[in-house]
């Protein structure tokens, strides 16, 4: 949805169009819960890493960075601490695609939230408009297991869902909605890999018409969980 930025936005010194991300600044960001258990968080942990590098492998094919640049950010430590939010925030600040893999820890965890928000603070440039618009435009909701009825935060629920392409695949979409790309890993692999090369082909789509202008927090302290509701 673009926006007038003359009535509805603040006045901003750096009101023109943001510029490409920088060297060290992720194209995208994957925002998602860890799993409680020593066990069940290196099991889950192993999953993230692996859609996380077969995300950013088709990336690094599909859009063109100088060497030396990581295509995407996802944390896996999880350690707490001033240092650790600070890595986030700078992250989840600068990058250009917002990827959140929803599941019922994601929409429960405080932290995911805040990711959520320090993303949706920034604004996004519609390159073939010239116009200013929402984040939304740059946020991509990825259903990663299924959410049980009426768990889906309003702030989510207003961002389009990522649903990959039936045209070649027809099969695909009902078995993403009623598994989840976890699900899909277990019991239809090759989904799985087809889902995936869809979503890299919208996180391209999004790099190429939209670029997000940096705002980073310093911590918590900035932020809110987004996923909360508050009374008007």
């Known amino acids: 949805m673009a926006t007038d930025v003359g009535s509805a936005q603040p006045s901003r010194a750096e009101d023109r169009a943001p510029g490409e991300p920088g060297l060290h600044d992720p194209l995208f960001f994957v925002s998602h819960a860890n799993v409680a258990g020593p066990s069940a968080a290196a099991n889950s942990d192993q999953l993230f890493l692996e859609f996380f590098r077969e995300l950013s492998g088709h990336i690094n094919q599909l859009h063109y960075r100088r060497s030396g640049a990581d295509p995407g950010f996802m944390d896996l430590q999880m350690t707490g601490g001033l240092a650790w939010e600070r890595e986030i925030c700078k992250a989840v600040g600068s990058c250009a695609v917002f ?33 200013w618009t929402e984040t939304n435009e740059c946020t991509i909701p990825v259903l990663w297991a299924p959410l049980g009825r009426g768990h889906t935060p309003e702030v989510v629920a207003d961002v389009e869902l990522f649903r990959p392409s ?26 799985y890999s087809a889902a995936v090369w869809y979503l890299a082909q919208d996180v391209k789509r999004k790099l190429d018409d939209y670029r997000v202008e940096p705002i980073i927090a310093t911590g918590r302290a900035e932020l809110r969980n987004a996923f909360e509701t508050r009374d008007p």
């Not at 893999?101 to 959520?116: H, I, K, T």
């Not at 039936?166 to 090759?190: C, D, I, K």
Request: aromatic letters at 12%; charged letters at 25%.
């Open 99 to 131: 990827v959140a893999l929803l599941s019922s820890p994601y929409v429960n965890r405080d932290w995911c939230g805040f990711e959520w928000d320090a993303f949706r603070r920034r604004r996004s440039w519609q390159v073939e408009q010239n116009t």
């Open 166 to 191: 039936t045209l070649e695949v027809p099969r695909l979409t009902e078995a993403y909605q009623r598994h989840g790309l976890l699900g899909l890993h277990s019991v239809q692999p090759e989904l």
